[in-house]
């Protein structure tokens, strides 16, 4: 099992940042791929950002905005968000997946409020 812990949201005006953490215990041994997810009210859970070996993609709505990065002696993911939008206001979701003996196991952290305001 593995165990997400997310923290760093908050409310923020317009232009402004927020970095998102999100720290991993358990069996992390077998995880190959950490990322962040985001759902507004309404909406579905759509990818922002996710980091997988050495390379990252990005949402095009995070492109050139947002940041991931992963410390892994302190199996943290942070999720560096600049120039925030109102758009931008969603719950921020931490996903880990496990690669255990060729099968995949996805599990998520319980989500942290992100609020934008114009």
């Known amino acids: 099992q593995v165990q997400l812990v997310e923290s760093g949201g908050g409310l923020v005006q317009a232009g402004g940042s927020l970095r998102l953490s999100c720290a991993a215990s358990?069996?992390?041994?077998?995880?190959?791929?950490m990322g962040w997810y985001r759902q507004a009210p309404g909406k579905q859970r759509e990818l922002v950002a996710a980091?997988?070996?050495?390379?990252?993609n990005y949402a095009d709505s995070a492109k050139g905005r947002f940041t991931i990065s992963r410390d892994n002696a302190k199996n943290t993911v942070y999720l560096q968000m600049n120039s925030l939008k109102p758009e931008d206001t969603a719950v921020y979701y931490c996903?880990?997946?496990?690669?255990?003996?060729?099968?995949?196991?996805?599990?998520w952290g319980q989500g942290t409020q992100v609020t934008v305001s114009s």
């Open positions: 358990g069996s992390i041994f077998s995880i190959n791929a």
């Open positions: 980091t997988r070996g050495g390379s990252t």
């Open positions: 996903k880990a997946e496990r690669n255990l003996y060729g099968r995949i196991y996805d599990y």
